[in-house]
T-cell receptor, first 113, second 109 residues
Framework: DGGITQSPKYLFRKEGQNVTLSCEQNLNHDAMYWYRQDPGQGLRLIYYSQIVNDFQKGDIAEGYSVSREKKESFPLTVTSAQKNPTAFYLC????????????FGQGTRLTVV | QKEVEQNSGPLSVPEGAIASLNCTYSDRGSQSFFWYRQYSGKSPELIMSIYSNGDKEDGRFTAQLNKASQYVSLLIRDSQPSDSATYLCAVRRDQKVTFGTGTKLQVIP
């Protein structure tokens, strides 16, 4: 079945550590996205990528980094510079056409311990 | 001004009533509009999409778009307790998809 796979589902990080969240899609979508969601809040855009080897900052990119070496993969690294990383992270993808909706993975819940 | 604004709620409606959810957006160049439903701890799932002015109906759901007023709404007819969730409005321009903060809907049995 086609879809978006995020892993792990739960992740615990010690303060000062970098962690990488995985996102893989087999939908042959061109664009991929990372959002952050805090309790009771909406989705805030961290980074997005329209094509391989290219990505743009979203509204809250500070303390995060991404790469897009393959069309299927868009990993997100939460660096130690992100001071409040505890949140629910959602990866999404869309087809290249302007009017298509975003499909989401199941999310990764990151907790700093 | 936020790019996409929604009333956070909660919006409480009795079972069987019509729930009306509203969203405004700031970018006049926005091209497509979406409503997602999100249950607690889960990822958003698409309810409706709308691209041109007017109404679009799908079962119990009707999306309404008014580009001149930069306004999009979602009506849920015959609301059910299972409709209780947070509803997110999303707006797309080119490859950027921006979400509102969501409206929490509670359907009271």
């Amino acid at each position: 079945d086609g879809g978006i796979t995020q892993s792990p589902k739960y992740l615990f990080r010690k303060e000062g550590q970098n962690v990488t969240l995985s996102c893989e899609q087999n939908l042959n979508h061109d664009a991929m996205y990372w959002y952050r969601q805090d309790p009771g809040q909406g989705l805030r855009l961290i980074y997005y990528s329209q094509i391989v080897n290219d990505f743009q900052k979203g509204d809250i990119a500070e303390g995060y980094s991404v790469s897009r070496e393959k069309k299927e993969s868009f990993p997100l690294t939460v660096t130690s510079a992100q001071k409040n990383p505890t949140a629910f992270y959602l990866c999404a993808s869309t087809q290249g056409q302007d009017y298509t909706e975003a499909f989401f993975g199941q999310g990764t819940r990151l907790t700093v311990v | 001004q936020k790019e996409v604004e929604q009333n956070s709620g909660p919006l409480s409606v009795p079972e069987g009533a019509i729930a009306s959810l509203n969203c405004t957006y700031s970018d006049r160049g926005s091209q497509s509009f979406f409503w997602y439903r999100q249950y607690s701890g889960k990822s958003p799932e698409l309810i409706m999409s709308i691209y041109s002015n007017g109404d679009k109906e799908d079962g119990r759901f009707t999306a309404q778009l008014n580009k001149a007023s930069q306004y999009v709404s979602l009506l849920i007819r015959d609301s059910q307790p299972s409709d209780s969730a947070t509803y997110l409005c999303a707006v797309r321009r080119d490859q950027k998809v921006t979400f509102g903060t969501g409206t929490k809907l509670q359907v009271i049995p």
